[in-house]
């Protein structure tokens, strides 16, 4: 097992530092080994247990990195057989405690297990177990990870930031636990997402462990039944609103600039009004984004470009596809914009293109009375839609009989709304490869699964889940890919292109280097297949290229102050592939390092 898992691993090493610097710890005895992040467990070698106070604290053997490695993959598999049989649920959580338990203990071996087997672990500790773990916090909540910062912390921030024990921090995701994936409110329990994707950063983009920082900002809850849990363990209040709201995040912002100024914010699963108001608030102002409006559009753009490619038409030609968007939140919304930007570049101002947005109340028209002005630029005129028989609020259903779409988009949070006569009018649509995109998480907010829609919307569809599955045997030994388009994609990229070029903010032009890197990734013969984006196993590699890609938009854009030994002028003069090198050398991998010198 450690075989198969080094030969995977050694592509990892390609990118890193093989050797860890000499890394030195002031602590000494138990304090080491309750420290996860130099606890090495049974594999102290004798001279560390020596000098560093470890003797009698341990049982005598040294067991090998190799061996603790293969002993836990052991128990991993002997829980997946144990628990066979049990509810999905069950199963789900005994993973992640086991995965949980390990990281409380010892990050190295946890991180090196996570990248070794992202595939398998990746729906543990993100999509969909994360969202149940969330749903279940209170009653699962050992230890915290990360920080906390509520409404009743106001005025403290500025002191409270400097509780967080390491001296440099380069990654954040912060959430306020408002609209965790589809599950809703979920207040302070949400910490699980920012500590999910965190976890995706050390595993996709090699963030160091030590420089990533959760952050839950608990303004209160508007979940009922939350509010009334005698073990809910955030704070029992309605939400914020307004300008209160602001100026607890406001208050959050400066605190973390005032100790960090160059690390990079990510903002996720706020709601739609507060995804949007915080990222034009603080966008310009210093190097953040929000990963549901656009890490999601980028990654949505990608594999609607491949579709493009699947029916063996131009690029250019995505200016003529009819998208159906379902859903007009922070990600349906910020997928059309990002499609609009694309459509204007490939069509000039002139171009047309032919999109429709459904919400809760049906299909958005200019007649919508007190229309989100967000979601304007894409509700469609009268003129536009009455050939088509369309009017405002028309149903899905209607709106797909009608309209034929290319491609239908789902980022809705309601799991099964492409239901059986849904997806059989698929068949009608105007593509040859008609494209079907349930991107709503977890899995059970997915708007179909894979098995029906290539059953009721034919085998020649091209699909896409936010949340994995399995691929479909359509007998014949031919089989239907499922397709994860998932933001995890891209945000690794994102945030590390950003950080090491030092970027002043994420602009427009970085995002759009960013979706375009990951679309241009897949061979054609990959695209023909139906396979729209790389296997989660090379997530190191294709973030690798897109975190380059994005420190080379912001070089061009004269937004890189440069991060590190690295400054500015030096990051103008790279070529494309030593920015490739700059950003793999960068990555953190996991090994144990030395804790004394020779
Ligand atoms: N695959 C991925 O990478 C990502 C997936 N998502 C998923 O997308 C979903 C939505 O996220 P947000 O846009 O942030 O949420 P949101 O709450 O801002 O928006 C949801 C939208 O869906 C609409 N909607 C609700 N019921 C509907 C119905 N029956 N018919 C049509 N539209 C309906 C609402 O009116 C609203 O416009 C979530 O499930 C989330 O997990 C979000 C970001 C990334
Ligand atoms: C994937 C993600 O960011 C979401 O579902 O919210
Ligand atoms: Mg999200």
Sequence with gaps: MWRAARSAASTFRRFSTAIPAPCMVHKRGADILHDPWFNKDTGFPMTERDRLGLRGLLP??????????????????????NTEGQPDSVVSLAKWRILNRLHDRNETLYYRVLIDNIKDFAPIIYTPTVGLVCQNYSGLFRRP????????????????????????????????????????????????????????????????????LPVMLDVGTNNQKLLEDPLYLGLRQPRLEGEEYLSIVDEFVEAVHARWPKAVVQFEDFQAKWAFETLDRYRKKFCMFNDDIQG??????????????????????????????????SAGLGVLKMALQAVSRMGGPSADPHFFLLDKNGLITKDRKDIDPAALPFAKAHHEIE?????????????????????????????????EEVLRAMRESDSVRPAIFAMSNPTNNAECCPVDAFKLAGEDIVFASGSPFVNVDLGNGK???VN?????????????????????????????????????????????????????????????????????AAVAEDLAEGHGDVGAREL????????????????WYPVYGPLVHD
């Design 145 to 212: 990870r990360g920080m906390y910062f509520s409404a009743k912390d106001k005025g403290e921030m500025m002191s409270m930031i400097f509780n967080w024990p390491s001296t440099q921090v380069d990654m954040i995701v912060l959430t306020d636990g408002s609209r965790i994936l589809g599950l809703g409110d979920l207040g302070v329990q949400g910490i699980g997402i920012p500590i999910g994707k965190l976890d995706m950063y050390v595993a996709a983009a090699g963030i160091n462990p030590q420089r990533v």
């Design 387 to 419: 050939g088509l028989g369309l009017h405002e609020g028309a149903g899905l259903t209607e709106v797909v009989k009608k309209v034929n779409p290319h491609v239908l988009l789902g980022l809705s949070g309601v799991g099964g709304i492409f239901h």
């Design 60 to 81: 005598p053997r040294v067991i090998s990195f190799e061996q603790q490695y293969d002993r836990f993959m052991e128990s991993f598999r002997s829980l997946e057989k």
């Design 479 to 481: 089989i239907g890919h």
């Design 572 to 587: 103008q003069h790279m070529s494309k592939e030593e920015t490739i090198e700059l950003v793999r050398h960068n990555m």
């Design 484 to 552: 994860q388009a998932n933001n995890m994609y891209l945000f690794p990229g994102i945030g590390l292109g950003a950080l090491l070029s030092g970027a002043r903010n994420i602009s427009d032009t970085m995002l759009e280097a960013a979706a375009e890197c990951l679309a241009s990734y897949m061979s054609d013969d990959e695209i023909k297949r139906g396979i729209l984006y790389p296997s989660i196993n090379d997530i190191r590699d294709i973030t690798a290229e897109v975190g380059a890609a994005v420190l080379r």
């Design 296 to 329: 999601t559009a980028g990654v949505a753009l990608a594999g609607l470009l491949g579709t493009v490619r699947a029916q063996g038409r131009p690029l250019t030609d995505f200016a003529n596809q009819k998208i159906v968007v379902v859903g007009a939140g």
